[in-house]
């Protein structure tokens, strides 16, 4: 059985940067693509950012290009996402994802973890 733990929520004020951590309870997570999303209430769950296994391929939701990194250390099973510049809209629960493939662009990941609480005060 998978599982995946998220930390690093909290409250920030606007234009503040949060790291968000996913652990990972799998030996082999080195063969999973990682995935971050999000869930404002009110509103559906969004994909925000996906990576690689190896974490040479990563991708964004458009709002939060060049402002999130997504990035992964395989050795510690960890996946993050650096959130710079945050906004009022970045609040959500955000989600942790992992999928069994090298590179998955979907959105039906496999395991999900619990998720963390952001919240952007203005």
């Known amino acids: 059985q998978v599982q995946l733990v998220e930390s690093g929520g909290g409250l920030v004020q606007a234009g503040g940067s949060l790291r968000l951590s996913c652990a990972a309870s799998?030996?082999?997570?080195?063969?999973?693509?990682a995935g971050w999303f999000r869930q404002a209430p009110g509103k559906e769950r969004e994909f925000v950012a996906g990576?690689?296994?190896?974490?040479?391929?990563?991708s964004y939701l458009d709002s939060v290009k060049g402002r999130f990194t997504i990035s992964r250390d395989n050795a510690k099973n960890t996946v993050y996402l650096q959130m710079n510049s945050l906004k009022p809209e970045d609040t959500a629960v955000y989600y942790c994802?992992?999928?069994?493939?090298?590179?998955?662009?979907?959105?039906?990941?496999?395991?999900w973890g619990q998720g963390t609480q952001v919240t952007v005060s203005s």
């Open positions: 994802a992992a999928h069994p493939s090298q590179y998955y662009t979907g959105t039906d990941y496999s395991y």
């Open positions: 799998i030996r082999t997570f080195s063969a999973y693509s």
């Open positions: 990576i690689s296994w190896t974490g040479g391929r990563t």
